[in-house]
């Protein structure tokens, strides 16, 4: 189990930052979303059984002590990734942020939960749900 662990964080952490470049070089708030859609979706589509192995270390940290640093780690580094991107689409949109870093890391991680389900059982929409539940909770999550 340790070889999986250790994969799964190697992998998380080339998925953390994933994003930085679309951070970066955006110039509008909407040019962001974009490329973190694009990414985001080719992630969900290109790579769905590393995230299922993902989803499932981290239930089988509630039952495994043995996991939990490791799961603990690996979700910071994932909730510090959507803080650069929230952040940056705020200061893009004019705006400030209404919630926590972890309340952002809560939403996005659920809708991308959500759809990978969809993806894993074959859901051809899974993907532009996805894109449209980000594109519709992005906003309101700032003010």
Known sequence: ????????????????????EAVA???TAEELVQGFLREQTATLTGEP???????????????????????????LLLERMVWRVVSRYAELSGTR???SSTAFYAVLDGLF?????????GDPEAAPALREAVQGVLPQLVH
């Open 1 to 20: 189990m340790e070889l999986i662990t250790h994969c799964v964080r190697e992998y998380k952490a080339r998925c953390a930052t994933r994003y930085d």
């Open 25 to 27: 070089t955006a110039t």
């Open 49 to 75: 059984q590393m995230h299922r192995l993902w989803y499932d270390l981290r239930n089988q940290s509630m039952f495994e002590p043995a996991f939990r640093a490791d799961v603990a780690e690996i979700d």
């Open 97 to 99: 942020p209404r919630a």
């Open 113 to 121: 939960q959500q759809a990978l389900l969809r993806q894993l059982a």
